[in-house]
């Protein structure tokens, strides 16, 4: 099993529409969590970092993270076609220090 | 805030030769880089984790005399792949972290190498 699942995709979706990216893990040290935006060819992009549970908001993203469950999510309001990425979970802590644990990424596109 | 180069940001060489691949953090001191590697449609591997003036801690499995890093300043960290053959073609990503082990990472922009 591997210490952070994520559902690779694709994942369609119209212009407009509420995306939900999530990502389950093993590893209950983590500690810091993160979602970063790849577009092809380029190197990641943070959107966002959270510290333990809880919610975090920045314009239409938002990030959850429920410690308890093992469980984390990203919210896209309002998805434009300038959204389609891969977006990739990661998390920290847990013994492995600063070292970042990527999930395999969701490909998402928004459809005009 | 928080830019990361590389440079080149493609390279062709060819099977023998050897590589150098350059991650600046342009705006802040990186205490602490990453190197990655990412094969098509996969996610990141780190390959190691070097900090400015001492010697570069490597993943299980990476060869260390193969996948040479420096890391000789506060804004700059160099990978060199050591006689390069077809197999290590692949994306690599530097990323890099400012002070403490909280700090989050910020990445470059890639490189995409190609061994013929």
């Known amino acids: 099993q591997k210490e952070v699942e994520q559902d690779p995709g694709p994942l369609s979706v119209p212009e407009g529409a509420i995306v939900s990216l999530n990502c389950t893990y093993s590893?209950?040290?983590?500690?810091?969590f993160m979602w970063y935006r790849q577009y092809s060819r380029k190197g990641p992009e943070l959107l966002m970092y959270?510290?333990?549970?809880g919610n975090k908001e920045d314009g239409r993203f938002t990030a959850q993270v429920d410690k308890s469950s093992k469980y984390i999510s990203l919210f896209i309001r309002d998805s434009q076609p300038s959204d389609s990425a891969t977006y990739l979970c990661a998390m920290s802590g847990g013994g492995g220090g600063n070292k970042l644990t990527f999930g395999t990424g969701t490909q998402l596109k928004v459809e005009l | 805030g928080a830019v990361v180069s590389q440079h080149p940001s493609w390279v062709i060489c060819k099977s023998g030769t050897s590589v150098k691949i350059e991650c600046r953090s342009l705006?802040?001191?990186?205490?602490?880089m990453f190197w990655y590697r990412q094969f098509p449609k996969q996610s990141l591997m780190l390959m190691a984790t070097?900090?400015?003036?001492?010697?570069?801690?490597?993943e299980q499995g990476v060869e260390k005399d193969k996948f040479l890093i420096n890391h000789a300043s506060l804004t700059l960290s160099t990978l060199t792949v050591t006689s390069a053959h077809p197999e290590d073609s692949s994306f690599y990503i530097c990323?890099?972290?400012?002070?403490?082990?909280?700090?989050?990472?910020?990445f470059g922009p890639g490189t995409r190498l190609t061994v013929l």
């Open positions: 705006d802040f001191q990186a205490t602490t």
């Open positions: 959270t510290y333990s549970s």
């Open positions: 990323s890099a972290q400012t002070g403490t082990s909280t700090d989050t990472q910020y």
């Open positions: 070097s900090n400015e003036g001492s010697k570069a801690t490597y």
């Open positions: 590893n209950s040290a983590f500690q810091y």
